[in-house]
């Protein structure tokens, strides 16, 4: 355990200004690092076997936890310091700086799935990381990214899906939509999930078409593109009431999940 006293400090840098996306955006990934925010993030990070950096925790905190942290130095800092290196108060006291590691390839991910989730132009990290923890609890084995879409391993999108974006395999597909071709090749039916009043309600889909569903979500209120709806096999829907028309698109990812899971 390592006692950090000024915001400033060099070893705090892979931490620094962690409310700035785009700022985060040009040196994260770059830099080959993602941030786990909270224990049980953080756990689960070590659980899916990735390699810690550094850990940045509460001073009150860390001698309890330090013991337990494997791999890296353990940074113990004040409220305050964390307040003022981080950008945001950090309720829970514990932050911790991981490698990442190469994505997989799009043909193993199709090779070894039964059930995919795409997504198109999906730039809301909260959303993101919500599907992302759908994906893992509904039955879905992997999610495929357009070139557009959000950084999964970004600080909220981890938060939001409560560490599942370590357990579910994803790549990123290109070129787009183009790439959508391949999906179907590798035998997946791909459905297209709008709102659009030619698409088949979901829980009237044929048992051919569940067999092996890769479910294509667009981002919210934009929705799919048409270039992508046009490689579509099948526009679906989730059935609506109350004059309501869609759902946003996390939530519109859990019931379509569920209902894919179910029918199998």
Request: one cysteine or more; a neutral charge; aromatic letters at 6%.
């Amino acid at each position: 355990m390592v006692p950090v006293t000024d915001p400033d400090d060099a070893r705090l840098a892979d931490y620094r200004a962690l409310t700035d996306v785009a700022l985060r955006t040009q040196w994260e990934p770059p830099h080959g690092l993602f941030i786990a925010e909270g224990e049980l993030v953080l756990r689960r990070a070590l659980r899916a076997g990735f390699a810690p950096r550094s850990y940045l925790i509460e001073r009150d905190r860390a001698a309890a936890l330090a013991p337990q942290l494997p791999g890296a130095p353990v940074y113990a800092a004040s409220p305050e310091v964390l307040q003022h290196t981080t950008g945001f108060h950090v309720h829970r006291g514990v932050l911790a700086s991981f490698h990442r590691r190469p994505l997989p390839e799009v043909a193993e991910l199709l090779a070894t799935a039964r059930r995919v989730v795409v997504c198109e132009d999906i730039n809301n990290h909260t959303n993101l990381g919500a599907i992302f923890r759908s994906v893992a609890g509904l039955g879905a084995d992997a999610v495929l990214l357009s070139p557009s879409c959000a950084d999964p391993l970004y600080r909220r999108s981890v938060r939001v899906s409560m560490g599942e974006v370590f357990a579910v395999p994803y790549a990123r597909l290109e070129p787009w939509p183009a790439g959508l071709a391949r999906v179907a090749q590798a035998g997946f039916t791909v459905l297209a999930l709008t709102p659009a009043a030619d698409a088949v309600p979901l829980d009237r889909l044929t048992t051919a078409d569940r067999a092996r569903p890769a479910l294509l979500l667009g981002a919210e209120g934009a929705g799919l593109s048409a270039a992508a709806l046009a490689v579509a096999d099948r526009r679906v829907a989730i059935p609506m009431q109350g004059g309501v028309d869609s759902l946003n698109v996390a939530a519109a990812a859990a019931v379509a999940c569920w209902e894919l899971a179910r029918s199998t």
